[in-house]
Each structure stands twice: as C-alpha cells, then as structure tokens.
C-alpha cells in the first residue's frame, strides 16, 4: 500500500465520484421504456359499469398497495358497492358488499363522493359530502379490506351548510399529517375569506 502515487489516489478519487455521479444521474433521469398491456376479464363488473349513474372510484381499498376500481351508484336501484381489486398482473378479483344506507344517501342530488383514507388504517375509504341541502352529517363507508364496508354517518356541523355554497369545491388531503385524509372547502365565487377544514377524529 506504501507504493500507491499520488496519481492513483487522485484517479482512484476521479473515478469513483464519476461513477458515483453517474449513478446518481441516472437515478434522476429514470424513465420508462414503454408500456405492458394486458387485458383481462372484469366477470359481471363489466356490466355493472355500464349502469347509467354508475360512478368509478380508484383507491387501496385492501391496503396491498395495489390501486383497485370501485363503483358507487349514483342513480338508484342498487344496495352494494362492487369493488374490482386489482391482482398486480393486470387480473382482477370482483367483490360485490352491501353498503346498507350508504347506497340510498349517495342518489341524493348534489351528493359528491370523496375517496381517502379517512381512519388511518391504510384502506382508501368513500365519503358522501352533500352540496345540495339538507344534511347536517358527512357519511362515509369504511372499506374493510376485503370487499365489505362499515358505514359511518357523524355529524360535520356548519361545514354541512357550508358545501351547499355556490362555487364551493370539495378538496381531500392530509392537511395535518395524521395520517387520516380530510376535506376542505375552497370557494371558487367571491364572497368568503376562509377555507373550512374537516378534520376526522
Ligand atoms: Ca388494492
Ligand atoms: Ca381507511
């Protein structure tokens, strides 16, 4: 080791900070190289979302980390709430629970739904927020993680008269970092000063 110059330790430096530096280029400049198509079979779900007032809702409805499809109906007529949870290879396993009263609230006019995990529990649950009138409480269908949901139907105070103003948009996000999704209401019209916030407890 005595015999090491001075060169080798100066090169032996240059290298390897400009493979480190290459490697950390290419950390920065990933990319993708295209894409993997599949196209697998969706069972009965693929009729049930042709239903007219079916709306589709993406979340971690079973906390695998893996994004699946649920379908709320926004029309009537239905008493469930289908999830299509996804496989990680492009297949996909349908469930299809009931959401008790949660299926009458959502055909409620000027009903909105919002997705987030509301409880912290790592599952992507569905919210109810009326911005019509009439309801002083925010339902929300806790998804358990295996297809089924608990409804919950808390009161949310003056936030419920809030949502009904004009121009007001309903936004989700964790907005106190504890690990539960909340809602906020931003008004697009002019006339407030604020921006109401509510915090699941
Ligand atoms: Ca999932
Ligand atoms: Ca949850």
Redesign the pocket.
């Known amino acids: 080791m005595s015999q090491i110059s001075y060169g080798k330790v100066v090169l032996s430096f240059f290298l390897n900070t400009t493979i480190i530096g290459a490697m950390a280029n290419v950390a920065v400049a990933q990319n993708i190289n295209g894409f993997n198509i599949t196209n697998y079979g969706i069972g009965d779900f693929a009729g049930w979302a042709t239903v007219g007032g079916v709306i589709p809702l993406t979340g971690?409805?079973?906390?695998?980390?893996?994004?699946?499809v649920a379908l709320l109906n926004q029309s009537s007529g239905w008493t469930t709430m289908p999830v299509a949870?996804?496989q990680g290879n492009g297949t996909w396993q349908i469930t299809n629970y009931s959401i008790g009263d949660f299926a009458g609230w959502a055909t409620v006019g000027g009903v909105s739904p919002l997705t987030g995990d509301f409880n912290k529990d790592g599952r992507t649950d569905v919210a109810l927020l009326n911005q019509s009138s009439g309801w002083t409480t925010m339902p929300v269908a806790f998804a358990q993680g295996n297809g089924t949901w608990q409804i919950t139907n808390y009161s949310i105070g003056d936030f419920a008269g809030w949502a009904t103003v004009d121009g007001v948009s309903p936004l989700t996000g964790d907005f106190n970092k504890d690990g539960r999704t909340d809602v906020v209401l931003l008004r697009q019209n002019s006339g407030w000063t604020t921006m109401p916030v509510a915090f699941p407890k």
């Open positions: 971690d409805f079973n906390k695998d980390g893996r994004t699946d949870f996804a």
